[in-house]
């Protein structure tokens, strides 16, 4: 007679389990090999019911990508960066309302219209404005513009904005006073401080500086 030692480990993660049979057998007689073996397979199923019906196993974790949200999903679910709801009263008693960013604003042009350019420039407060008026039909507003641009990336304590003087906005254009296409105009608190007329640019560096100083 002979005695046999079988182990089974069962893993997962955090658990192992070991059984440990012995059964003995006569080395003459097939049936009873027989019998051995259908007695350590009944240990091992038992075993494996045992191991994965236990409280103590834990299924594997979620992935990082399913577990931990991604930033865009929590800066959505935050609403961020912030933006200002803004509404104010424009010319002539109209409440117009604008959704303004001004850290966006930063380093760029901003496109406005009749109803967004009062709110937007309330907002800027004391900063210095610089408005670039022209047309989709003006030679020199085209040419000048990729200087403008320039200068919105250059002067970053400056809101640089822009305004089509097309038919719909032909009102705002008519209330600041445009004669000619493309027409500067520089803002301080709210106020027109300086303008320049022309595609010149020289003169619209020195007119921002000249503004900024004061």
């Known amino acids: ?85 803004l509404v104010a009263s424009g010319r002539g008693g109209r409440t117009v309302s604008a959704r303004s960013s001004l850290e966006t604003a930063v380093g760029q042009v901003t496109e406005v219209d009749k109803d967004t350019f009062w709110p937007l420039l309330k907002a800027c407060g004391d900063r210095v404005v610089v408005l670039d008026m022209y047309t989709q039909w003006c030679g020199p507003c085209k040419l000048i513009a990729p200087k403008f641009k320039q200068l919105s990336e250059t002067y970053l304590d400056v809101t640089f904005m822009k305004l089509d003087c097309n038919q719909q906005n032909k009102s705002l254009a008519k209330e600041l006073g445009i004669r000619v296409v493309p027409t500067f105009k520089i803002f301080k608190d709210g106020k027109v401080a300086n303008e320049v007329t022309g595609a010149k640019f020289d003169d619209l560096v020195l007119a921002i500086d000249a503004v900024r100083s004061n």
């Open 1 to 85: 007679m002979s005695r046999v030692t079988n182990t089974f480990h069962t893993r997962d993660n955090s658990v192992i389990l070991v059984l440990t049979c012995r059964s003995s057998y006569s080395a003459a007689g097939p049936l009873a090999l027989f019998k051995l073996r259908s007695q350590l397979f009944f240990q091992f199923e038992m075993a494996l019911r045992i191991a994965f019906s236990s409280p103590s196993i834990r299924s594997p974790p979620p992935s990082s990508s399913s577990f931990y949200p991604s930033p865009s999903s929590v800066n959505r679910s935050l609403n961020w960066p912030p933006q200002r709801s």
